[in-house]
C-alpha cells in the first residue's frame, strides 16, 4: 500500500476576470483561507459579505477582495 495522500486539485483563478460578486469557495481559493475564517472575518467587519437569497447565502465584492490582497481594483 502506498502512504502518499491524495493530490488536492485546485483550478488557476483569472484575477483579471472574476465577476462583481464572487462566492465563499472563490473568495477562500483567491486568499488562500477557510471558508469559517471568511464567516469569522464577516462577523468581524474584516470582509463584509452581502446576503443574497432566503438562504442568506454570503457574496463578496470583488473590488474588497481585491483590496486585500494589496490590489487596486482600478488597475
Not at 16 to 37: F, G, K, Q, Y
Not at 42 to 51: D, E, H, T, Y
Amino acid at each position: 500500500m502506498s502512504d502518499t495522500l491524495p493530490q488536492k486539485t485546485t483550478r488557476k483563478i483569472d484575477l483579471n476576470n472574476l465577476p462583481d460578486l464572487l462566492t465563499v469557495r472563490e473568495v477562500a481559493e483567491i486568499l488562500r483561507v477557510s471558508p469559517l475564517t471568511l464567516k469569522r472575518w464577516g462577523k468581524r467587519g474584516k470582509l463584509p459579505a452581502i446576503r443574497i437569497n432566503s438562504r442568506g447565502d454570503r457574496r463578496y465584492k470583488k473590488e474588497t477582495v481585491l483590496y486585500m490582497l494589496g490590489m487596486n481594483p482600478q488597475d
